[in-house]
């Protein structure tokens, strides 16, 4: 079963910012924050994925809280295009790790 | 660059029917994962290759499931003989070498009815 919770749903307005939270108290010194999203009928997408240090790539910025509970995906710039649900998944970085998907956010962007 | 890709997009099979899903992943990846959702249900990991081998099947709901992966390329995923609780969406999905985690690229998958 998947170990982080995230909200259920949430809507965002076109052109602003989409925060995502995620809950991962449970998480180990050597597991990773990895998020994903699923556009409708598509596969998922891996986004962006951090240890201990913000990060930031193309798609979005990743803010892992200092104590690691807790974590932040920031989609600086919703479009139409980012409404998909969003998974947070802890992971090890070790060759054959599966990912264990939970229920993940329904992000809606609006326009 | 070609993506995972996966065949068919859909099938629809009455139940006792056997059905083989093909994944192709990206070239030079040897990695390869099935993973599949059910109506209502969360994605839930099947198994994993490495090249050939079966890495991990732990997820593998019975032994009506069988993968394989010819010369560590493409997979195949055979339901034999299907059974209604098996309709869902599979994915596959591929990573490079032996890095894990970094980043699965995943098919647009493969929608399975039964009947």
């Known amino acids: 079963d998947a170990k982080t919770t995230q909200p259920p749903s949430m809507d965002c307005a076109e052109g602003r910012a989409a925060n995502l939270p995620c809950n991962h108290s449970?998480?180990?010194?050597?597991?990773?924050v990895y998020w994903y999203r699923q556009i409708h009928s598509q596969g998922p997408q891996y986004i962006i994925h951090g240890l201990k240090n913000n990060e930031t790539n193309e798609m979005a910025s990743l803010i892992i809280t200092e104590d690691r509970k807790s974590s932040t995906l920031i989609l600086p710039h919703a479009t139409l295009r980012d409404t998909a649900v969003y998974y947070c998944?802890?992971?090890?970085?070790?060759?054959?790790?599966?990912?264990?998907f939970g229920g993940g956010t329904r992000v809606l962007v609006k326009p | 660059e070609a993506g995972v890709t996966q065949f068919p997009s859909h099938s629809v099979i009455e139940k006792g029917q056997t059905v083989t899903l093909r994944c192709d992943p990206i070239?030079?990846?040897?990695?390869l994962y099935w993973y599949r959702r059910v109506m209502g249900k969360e994605i839930k990991f099947l198994l994993h290759f490495v090249k050939e081998s079966k890495q991990d099947e732990s997820g593998m709901p019975n032994n009506r499931f069988l993968a394989e992966r010819t010369g560590g390329t493409y997979s195949t995923l055979k339901v034999q003989p299907a059974e209604l609780e098996d309709s869902g969406v599979y994915f596959c999905?591929?990573?490079?070498?032996?890095?894990?985690?970094?980043?699965?690229?995943f098919g647009p998958g493969t929608r399975l009815t039964v009947l």
């Open positions: 999905a591929s990573s490079q070498g032996d890095r894990g985690l970094d980043e699965q690229f």
């Open positions: 070239s030079g990846h040897d990695n």
């Open positions: 998944i802890e992971g090890v970085k070790a060759a054959g790790n599966k990912l264990t």
């Open positions: 449970t998480i180990s010194g050597n597991e990773y």
